[in-house]
């Protein structure tokens, strides 16, 4: 969670794209599009703070719970996750994300 945070927050867009699990509903066929898409994601916010609330594995999936600080011209805002990762050989890949509710 925290090295995708980190890409994130420094335009590591490959980096995104490779631990993305390609069954999950963020994957793209399209990569160079899908690229471009998380590239201006990048480029858009300022990644500020990232606070993991708790973690847990279950065999082969994990789950995180975060709250990533973003900033948009200069407004704050928060975007907070169950996000759900499962393990394929010895890397965890994003899956997505469980609803708060």
């Not at 509903?25 to 500020?48: E, G, L, N």
């Amino acid at each position: 969670m925290r090295s995708r945070y980190t890409a994130y927050a420094t335009a590591a867009v490959s980096h995104i794209l490779r631990t993305t699990h390609t069954g999950g509903p963020q994957h793209q066929a399209d990569a160079a599009q899908w690229s471009q898409s998380v590239a201006q994601f990048c480029d858009t916010y300022v990644f500020s703070d990232l606070c993991i609330h708790s973690h847990s594995e279950d065999g082969a999936t994990g789950y995180v719970h975060f709250t990533a600080s973003l900033e948009l011209g200069g407004e704050l805002s928060r975007l907070e996750e169950h996000s759900v990762f499962h393990k394929v050989g010895e890397q965890w890949l994003y899956w997505g994300a469980k609803s708060l509710g």
